[in-house]
């Protein structure tokens, strides 16, 4: 409940904080601007003016709007520690983010969740979680974790945690799976993510009537047009892989803004340096002919209210006083950001001291036994299945391919883009190793090596030959998690990712710049991808079609299920 002092300085009884004048104020509930005054008290918005002020504050035309934002994000994803994930886009003008954090449970479980509570408990950044629902995301694979529905109902308890994040396995949900329905009933009235991709007709009305509300899959108008009009709220998704929003935007208008909102998804560090963050969103919606004032709407109160917020995303009393300055409405320019009335940001660069949150509980999660690991693939009749890369996508093409034979053994032919490729379970040191093929890195020598790979995370390793993915695990073990690039015996170049083999400690910028020395490296030992990293991160994810590699083996998605590796 909002405070005496702050209903005093509303009534003009005390003084207000801060007052703007000479201000050009976005009203998102008139959907228009005007020139005029707003007072801020206790870290709220008490009125368009103030008798008396402790500091005022004069805009000289430029314009206020409410803080952006972001309705759904995997932190873990910007491969940044939550400080400096906030150090990075709070200059952008976003001040509150819906995560859901999935990746870290599927790594830690429950305690990456506390974790992930800990290391924001005090940024001026709002961030709120949605529990994951689908951790693992298929029985196909081993992960760090199982989040049951008895966990879930844990997790909603939580403070800032406000529903059920991304349910993934839609088929579950049609088909009445009992741990599915659970969760969804432990998320009764509460906030549901929705994520299912090309569902239309009955089945997406079945899905909806389950409980999902919002959906940042769509990738064309007409499946938009046919989710908003069942009903759900439309999350437009522009990341760093998948940019949704120049197919979508024709749907945005004064009419539907309540309904639509603007979500990064993934979005990796580089894109944060060198694009920005939901500024970058609105700007490119705006030049595709979004009306400004019905976008930055779409971003801020109606975003706030599809999650069950009152008292954030707008410029009226009694909400936060979460408020950016802008030199330019349609070219997002961020001049300042307030959160809670306080100066945060200015000038493109956080001027407070954020909290660094230690790592405890989020190291040692490479349990690797290198010692003992083994690539070879002994030969026999008949030929291979292999994974074809799609450049720039994340399904994959099922290949079958005759093997090159060498001293008994199945072996990697780089003559012929056949790269071995395999997935080693990193959480409770099993031993577990899935081993098989790909086509379209390019490689013709060394290996490539990474802890990112979703959903699980186990260590996914491509490479031409078996010294070198050995050398990779080992690299990353003496990490304890991240991307390496190496050669005949020596690392050519690493991204350290200590935070459960997830988040680097690491400032956004030497991020980056490590982010483009294993680019580089990937290139020097004949790497074709633009992104080998990003397509390796998705080789082992078991939901997506067609081929995929997983710590227990081939999975055919389309089947869902395990498939041997020879061919007869």
């Given at each position: 409940m ?19 004048v ?13 020139r005029?005054?707003?007072a ?15 500091q ?34 709070l200059p ?20 990456g ?8 408990d ?20 081993n ?15 939580w ?16 088909s ?17 993510d ?5 569902l ?11 409980g ?20 759900m ?9 998948a ?17 639509v ?12 340096l ?17 009306d400004p ?22 410029l ?6 979460d ?20 100066l ?5 660069r ?20 290198v ?12 030929r291979?299945?292999a994974?074809?890369v ?5 399904v ?17 032919d ?8 395999a ?18 890195f ?14 699980s ?33 020596e ?10 083999g ?7 910028e ?10 580089r490296?990937?290139?020097s ?27 227990l083996g ?11 590796l020879?061919?007869?």
């Amino acid at each position: 409940m909002i405070g005496e002092r702050v209903f005093k300085a509303a009534v003009g009884e005390e003084p207000a904080d801060l007052l703007f004048v000479n201000a050009l104020i976005v009203d998102v509930f008139l959907g228009e601007v005007r020139r005029g005054e707003l007072a801020v008290a206790g870290g709220y918005i008490v009125g368009f003016g103030a008798g008396a002020a402790h500091q005022v504050v004069d805009l000289g035309g430029r314009y206020l709007v409410p803080g952006f934002i972001d309705a759904h994000v995997h932190i873990e994803s910007s491969q940044l520690s939550p400080t400096e994930f906030a150090r990075a886009i709070l200059p952008h003008g976003t001040t509150c983010v819906i995560a859901d954090p999935h990746e870290i449970a599927n790594v830690l479980g429950l305690e990456g969740l506390r974790y992930m509570l800990r290391a924001t408990d005090e940024l001026p950044l709002r961030v709120y979680f949605m529990a994951p629902s689908c951790v693992p995301a298929s029985p196909l694979e081993n992960s760090g974790a199982t989040l049951s529905a008895a966990d879930i109902e844990k997790i909603l308890s939580w403070e800032r945690v406000l529903g059920l994040g991304e349910m993934m396995n839609y088929p579950g949900v049609l088909s009445r799976d009992h741990e599915v329905w659970s969760k969804l009933a432990t998320a009764a009235g509460r906030p549901v993510d929705g994520h299912a991709p090309g569902l239309r007709g009955p089945g997406l009305w079945a899905y909806v009537l389950a409980g999902p509300r919002t959906e940042h899959e769509c990738t064309t108008l007409q499946e938009a047009r046919e989710k908003l009009s069942a009903g759900m709220h439309l999350l437009v998704r522009e990341g760093t892989t998948a940019r949704n929003l120049s197919a979508l935007l024709p749907i945005l208008s004064a009419r539907t803004a309540p309904f639509v909102h603007f979500c990064t998804d993934d979005r990796h560090p580089e894109t944060l340096l060198s694009e920005g963050h939901m500024d970058d969103i609105l700007r490119k919606a705006i030049a595709g002919g979004a009306d400004p004032v019905a976008a930055i709407a779409a971003a801020t109160v109606h975003a706030a209210r599809a999650f069950g917020f009152r008292d954030l995303g707008a410029l009226a009393p009694g909400f936060r006083a979460d408020i950016l300055v802008l030199s330019d409405l349609e070219g997002v320019e961020v001049e300042r950001v307030y959160v809670a009335g306080e100066l945060v940001a200015e000038g493109g660069r956080c001027v407070v001291e954020l909290p660094e949150m230690g790592m405890e509980g989020t190291r040692t999660t490479v349990n690797v036994d290198v010692e003992t690991l083994s690539f070879s693939i002994p030969a026999r009749l008949g030929r291979v299945r292999a994974i074809g890369v799609v450049p720039g996508q994340v399904v994959t093409e099922a290949l079958i391919v005759e093997p090159k034979i060498s001293s008994g053994e199945v072996v990697a032919d780089a003559e012929r883009d056949i790269l071995k490729l395999a997935v080693v379970e990193r959480h409770r040191g099993t031993g577990n190793v899935g081993l098989g093929f790909v086509r379209g890195f390019g490689l013709k020598r060394g290996a490539l090596a990474s802890t990112v790979a979703h959903d699980s995370h186990n260590v996914v390793i491509v490479g031409a030959d078996d010294g070198d993915m050995r050398l990779a695990v080992d690299a990353l073990v003496r990490l304890g998690g991240g991307q390496v690039a190496v050669v005949e015996g020596e690392v050519l170049a690493e991204l350290p990712l200590p935070i459960a083999g997830l988040m680097s400690d690491l400032a956004l910028e030497e991020v980056v710049r490590r982010g483009e020395e294993l680019k580089r490296a990937a290139r020097s030992l004949g790497c074709t991808l633009p992104d080998p990293f990003m397509a390796l991160s998705f080789l082992a994810l078991p939901v997506i079609p067609k081929l995929k590699l997983t710590d227990l083996g081939l999975v055919d998605v389309e089947e869902f299920h395990i498939v041997p590796l020879f061919v007869d």
